[in-house]
Nanobody
Framework: QVQLVESGGGLVQAGGSLRLSCAASETIWGGNAMTWYRQAPGKQRELVAS???????NYADSVKGRFTISRDNAKNTVYLQMNSLKPEDTAVYYCNVRGTWGARYDYWGQGTQVTVSS
């Protein structure tokens, strides 16, 4: 079973930046999408940004122009650069990898807390 380990969360003031990383414990084969989700207290989990094996990206409207997702396939790692952070970005951020290699797979990280103070 592939393990995803997130890092880079923390406390930052509004307007600041953080860079999240999500590293897989082993090579993930097949075409897939690597996605960051977040869940704020009392709210449903929402998609933040995703990137396919081919580099196609997708962003939630609330983070467009502020967040950038990227991936390093050689390192089995996906990143989320978050700039101009707002208090409403406060949430637990989860990494997800979903794809197919013979069979479908769907891996989740344990989450990392991001707190933006005003």
């Amino acid at each position: 079973q592939v393990q995803l380990v997130e890092s880079g969360g923390g406390l930052v003031q509004a307007g600041g930046s953080l860079r999240l990383s999500c590293a897989a414990s082993e090579t993930i084969w097949g075409g897939n999408a690597m996605t960051w989700y977040r869940q704020a207290p009392g709210k449903q989990r929402e998609l933040v940004a995703s990137i396919t094996s081919g580099g196609i990206t997708n962003y939630a409207d609330s983070v467009k122009g502020r967040f950038t997702i990227s991936r390093d396939n050689a390192k089995n790692t996906v990143y989320l650069q978050m700039n101009s952070l707002k208090p409403e970005d406060t949430a637990v951020y989860y990494c997800n990898v979903r794809g197919t290699w013979g069979a479908r797979y769907d891996y989740w990280g344990q989450g990392t807390q991001v707190t933006v103070s005003s």
